[in-house]
């Protein structure tokens, strides 16, 4: 009886935590359909970009140009990825 009882606690979680992850998906949807999850704002203003992106394809390394623009070096790879 006692395994009986304790097997029907687990379904009723089991079936709860999916209802919980299934209302915790159709939410973050709707924020991202109101803009909420726009992600972290650019450190660099769109000039200093390209200048960045200048400078890493004239050959100058990315840990030097990562110390003068004040980022990390992979910050300094995102930028090269992302944007360009």
Known sequence: MAN???SV???FAEFERALIRERQR???TLAKQRGA?????KVLPPERIVELHQRAA???KKAHLAREFGISRE???QYL???G
């Open 4 to 6: 009986l009882l304790l």
């Open 9 to 11: 606690m687990g379904a």
């Open 26 to 28: 159709e939410g973050i």
């Open 37 to 41: 999850y726009r992600g972290r704002k």
């Open 58 to 60: 004239a050959g100058e």
């Open 75 to 77: 910050t300094v790879y």
């Open 81 to 83: 990825r992302t944007t």
